[in-house]
């Protein structure tokens, strides 16, 4: 006689139920209203990358846009650290973006006069709340010395 117990039937329930999970969110396609977290094709910047070089005791402004796909808000730009002595971004903070329109971000490259010659690198992110979206920046300043 053959038993079954309810265990043995469980792997093959949670591969049905993934399944249908992928089937309906296949189905509901990219305009049906799912809104996962922003992430990649929801946040774009103007340039893939910003590249630049700096004499030391001076400055150079770079501007740029960002574009979000859909409104967001408490919206502000996080620099990584090793940037933080070569790069300043006005403005720092949104309280709001509007879906599919492009927002001026000037990022200022400006060395000390004191500042070895060397080359910095970074990114640069967008964070609402305290939660980064997951569409950084990638910057390179180098400094030259005059």
């Known amino acids: 006689m053959l038993r079954y117990r309810a265990m043995d039937f469980l792997p093959c329930a949670v591969s049905l139920t993934l399944r249908l ?3 309906v969110l296949a189905l509901a396609g990219p305009g049906s209203g799912f ?8 946040i774009s910047w103007s340039v893939p990358e ?3 070089t700096v004499r030391a005791g001076s400055s150079k402004p770079v501007r740029i846009t ?9 919206v502000t730009l996080w620099v990584s650290p090793s940037l933080e002595q070569v790069l300043s971004i006005k403005p720092v903070r949104f309280d709001t973006l509007a879906a ?26 967008v964070k609402l709340g305290e ?16």
């Open 66 to 74: 960002l574009l979000s796909a859909q409104d967001l808000s408490n």
């Open 131 to 146: 939660a980064t979206v997951p569409v950084p920046l990638t910057i390179a300043v180098k400094v030259i010395r005059p």
């Open 50 to 52: 910003v590249s630049e």
């Open 35 to 42: 809104q996962g977290p922003p992430g990649r094709g929801r």
């Open 100 to 125: 599919g329109r492009n927002y001026e971000v000037t990022l200022t490259f400006a060395a000390r006069a004191s500042e070895p010659a060397g080359e910095h690198g970074g990114t640069m992110h």
């Open 21 to 23: 999970f992928v089937v």
